[in-house]
């Protein structure tokens, strides 16, 4: 079975256990609540893909989780460049 048909048959699943009334109201799922304020990495990271991750990253699909940090996934090749970029940046 393929990745792809793994994730239908596992979205179907849940589908099919969802009870009416269960879960988060759309309402309370669109509500953004954070304090925090993410910084703009473009800039420090311009040119090197990369992707957020974490609790921040599932701020998109499920209510938000208090989280005070910032996961970043970059890949192995710029682990170098972005350490050395990383390392000139003073963060407050």
């Keep these: 079975m ?15 256990r969802q009870r009416p009334g269960s879960g988060s109201s759309l309402d309370f799922l669109r509500t953004r609540t954070t304090t925090m304020r993410f910084p703009d990495l473009s800039r420090m990271l311009g040119g090197v893909p990369w992707a957020v991750i974490g ?33 000139r940046v003073t963060w407050c």
Excluded at 2 to 16: D, F, K, L, P, Q
Aim: hydrophobic share 45%; no cysteine.
């Design 55 to 87: 609790a921040a990253a599932t701020r998109l699909y499920m209510p938000e989780r208090k989280t005070s940090d910032l996961d970043v996934l970059v890949s192995s090749r710029s682990g170098a460049v972005v350490r050395e970029r990383n390392a």
């Design 2 to 16: 393929t990745a792809v048909e793994r994730r239908r048959v596992m979205i179907a699943m849940a589908r099919r």
